[in-house]
């Protein structure tokens, strides 16, 4: 990579990315040339005042801001890969820098200095909202942008980043450090976060958007990004972004009714909040909501549809099927070998994932007669780890009083305390045996997830 020895130049091309300067909103001077760069408009003013204006410098610190320096074009030409997002690699020969183009009209651009000490000069000269560069010659250099832009020191390197949305900062943060100017290191306005901003906006209110670290509490899940909008009128909105739909709906899952508890792995968390708080769910993304006033709840509603979880509220639509209602199900029947370590039927359990429906199976024995022509392994194969990622299943161990009588399911519903009720039917021949027998039935709820606090009732027509 062409070093750059000029800074006045260097850092005047830095800036001038594709959709990042503006010449519509070109910067008003009264003195000075206009140097056009690319679709990028630099004014550069030369006054007997620069003296003076350098005077008021915020002094920038960049010592000790930087982790440890890293190989940042490594990162994007091969560790890159990582985010699975795609990206352009653009490379100016007219100042040795190397660009890329991210998803989301995001860009990128890495110049190299002779040395350390050279890029650190030259970013101790820029003012700490990046907007300013104060040349060794007493040139000053404006620059007024589309998009927030931020600025890292990386050894002898300086990063570039100019985004709307600055979803990748959150990155950058970990591997560069803080930033030594731009738009601050908790500016971050992720893609997800645009519909809800533009209801508020609609709405009347103004939003700033802040990086958080998390949601904050160490027994949800890992997020992949969160943010916080910061409403004008004082409130604030979390949203939580996981790897996928699955890992969203399985979190959402995890809230009782009103939110007020959270079935972990191993333990089940009660869950104190100073005001009424509303959950939602959409695609890969969770939304927290705590108001005393509720102002903001049309506003969101309007973007994620009715609450998972939460006090109610009056909602202006169709309530979603997990309110109240029928569920989607299916069901499979198999004979049981005995009725395992249970003395009292029907029973039930909420199995949620593969190793659940292992660790019951070996805690009570389950397993199917030799006589019938399957096999308990035939019978579940089915519920994979794929399988559990949209759907739960409830078994249920039911005894009848002959084994000339079938089971079956009728009708599976669920109330608006989230619990289910299975109602069973069992056809009765006019002459039955007068042996006792076991049931599995496998209660498929497609589509959904259930929170492991779920209470089942088991209806019999007997």
């Keep these: 990579m062409k070093k750059i020895l000029a800074y006045t130049l260097a850092l005047a091309m830095l800036l001038s990315l594709v959709g990042c300067g503006s010449q519509e909103n070109e910067p008003e001077v009264t003195t000075g040339a206009t140097v056009i760069s690319g679709d990028a408009e630099v004014v550069t003013s030369v006054t007997t005042e620069a003296a003076e204006s350098t005077e008021n410098i915020t002094t920038v610190v960049v010592s000790g801001t930087t982790v440890e320096k890293v190989d940042i074009v490594a990162v ?14 653009r490379s100016y020969e007219s100042n040795g820098g190397t660009g890329y183009t991210l998803e989301n009209d995001q860009y990128v651009d890495i110049y190299e200095y002779d040395s350390e000490e050279d890029a650190v000069q030259a970013a101790s000269q820029f003012d700490s909202s990046g907007t300013t560069f104060y040349g060794s010659d007493d040139t000053v250099t404006e620059y007024e942008y589309v998009y927030p832009v931020h600025f890292w020191l990386n050894g002898s390197n300086i990063i570039f980043y100019c985004s709307e949305t600055g979803e990748f900062l959150q990155d950058f943060n970990s591997i560069l450090g803080t930033e030594f100017a731009g738009a601050g290191s908790d500016y971050f306005r992720p893609a997800y976060a645009n519909d809800l901003i533009y209801a508020l906006w609609d709405a009347g209110y103004s939003v700033e958007y802040k990086y958080s670290s998390g949601t904050g509490q160490d027994y949800l899940k890992d997020t992949e990004t969160a943010c916080l909008l910061v409403v004008s009128n004082g409130e604030v909105i979390s949203l939580w972004e996981y790897p996928d739909e699955y890992e969203a709906l399985d979190e959402a899952a995890r809230y009782s009714v009103l939110g ?64 109240t209602g029928s569920v989607y199900f299916d069901y499979i029947t198999a004979p049981a070998e005995n009725g395992g370590s249970i003395s009292t039927f029907p029973q039930y359990a909420v199995i949620r994932s593969t190793e659940e429906l292992e660790s019951i199976q070996d805690e009570l024995d389950l397993s199917i007669p030799l006589y019938v022509d399957t096999t308990w392994e035939m019978m579940t194969y089915r519920y994979s780890d794929e399988w559990f990622k949209t759907n739960d299943l409830i078994l249920v161990l039911l005894e009848e009083p002959s084994g000339s009588i079938n089971p079956y399911v009728t009708d599976v519903t669920r109330d608006e305390d989230r619990d289910y009720t299975i109602y069973i039917n069992d056809d009765r021949p006019e002459v039955a045996t007068d042996d006792m027998a076991y049931w599995y039935i496998f209660v498929e709820l497609t589509g959904t997830k259930i929170n492991s606090m779920t209470q089942v009732e088991v209806a019999s027509s007997r």
């Excluded at 030409?77 to 690699?89: I, K, M």
């Design 260 to 323: 007020d508890f959270y079935a972990g792995e191993s333990t089940t968390i009660s869950i104190a909040y100073a005001a009424p708080t509303h959950f939602y769910l959409k695609d890969n993304v969770i939304v927290r909501y705590s108001s005393d006033s509720g102002e903001l709840l049309d506003a969101i509603s309007s973007v994620y549809g009715y609450q998972f979880a939460g006090e109610e509220y009056d909602y202006d639509g169709e309530k979603p099927w997990y309110t």
């Design 76 to 89: 994007f030409e091969g560790a890159y890969s990582y985010t699975e997002r795609s990206f352009d690699t």
